[in-house]
């Protein structure tokens, strides 16, 4: 089983509309969360940290639900911009600061 | 904003060549990180460095790998015999302090042929 698992997409979102997606993770003891943005062929760079109160930035929110182990992304007013590769990332519990877990990551088309 | 080098941009090399990826690591920066991505797949975590040594590694980073920060700016990863399967990009990575934000370089592409 992956540590880390998302739904590689794509979504195809209009622009100015809303898309979400999740990420699970499998052990329980995890214990920071974070998205991550990757444009193609591209390094990644941090979009957010991912609280347990649920956090927002902007047009981003995500959320954090331990009991049934996943992470949310939600992108409202979709720009073009926001096309990229969305990583989830999570540091185990135990795990050194900055030995981050990758998922494949979500990729996501916003389309005119 | 600083910014993490990363040179070469793209080195081909034949299998069995030895290969030294650099980084010039953001200045105030005390923990450093190797990662690679293969085509298509995740990003995999190879090993973290911090006061000059190795913190933690992992299963990737077998004895064909090295990392030193031999002048106290750059931040190497060394690979001593390249395989076909070491194609992929590595990313050097940093951060200030324990919990917080982990900055990536551009990359390294490597291509063993």
């Known amino acids: 089983r992956k540590e880390v698992e998302q739904d590689p997409g794509p979504f195809n979102v209009p622009e100015g509309a809303t898309v979400a997606f999740n990420c699970t993770y499998s052990?329980?003891?995890?214990?920071?969360f974070f998205w991550y943005r990757q444009d193609c062929r591209k390094e990644p760079k941090l979009l957010m940290s991912?609280?347990?109160s649920g956090n927002e930035d902007g047009r981003f929110t995500a959320q954090l639900n331990r009991a049934s182990q996943y992470i949310s992304l939600l992108i409202r007013d979709s720009k073009l911009s926001d096309s990229a590769t969305y990583l989830c990332?999570?540091?185990?519990?135990?795990?050194?600061?900055?030995?981050?877990?990758f998922g494949a990551g979500t990729q996501v088309v916003v389309t005119p | 904003e600083p910014e993490v080098t990363q040179t070469p941009s793209h080195q081909v090399t034949q299998m069995g060549q030895e290969v030294i990826l650099r980084c010039v690591p953001i200045s105030n920066h005390l923990y450093f990180y190797w990662y690679r991505q293969i085509l298509g797949q995740k990003v995999e975590f190879l090993v973290s460095?911090?006061?000059?040594?190795?913190?933690?590694k992992s299963e990737i980073f077998d004895d064909q790998f090295s990392v030193e920060r031999p002048d106290g700016s750059n931040f190497t990863l060394k690979i001593r015999s390249t395989k076909l399967e070491d194609s992929a990009m590595y990313f050097c990575?940093?951060?200030?302090?324990?919990?917080?934000?982990?900055?990536f370089g551009q990359g390294t592409r490597l291509t063993v042929v």
């Open positions: 052990n329980s003891a995890s214990q920071s």
């Open positions: 991912v609280y347990s």
């Open positions: 990332v999570v540091i185990m519990r135990g795990d050194s600061w900055g030995k981050f877990q």
């Open positions: 460095f911090y006061n000059n040594e190795i913190s933690e």
């Open positions: 990575a940093g951060t200030g302090s324990m919990n917080t934000e982990a900055f």
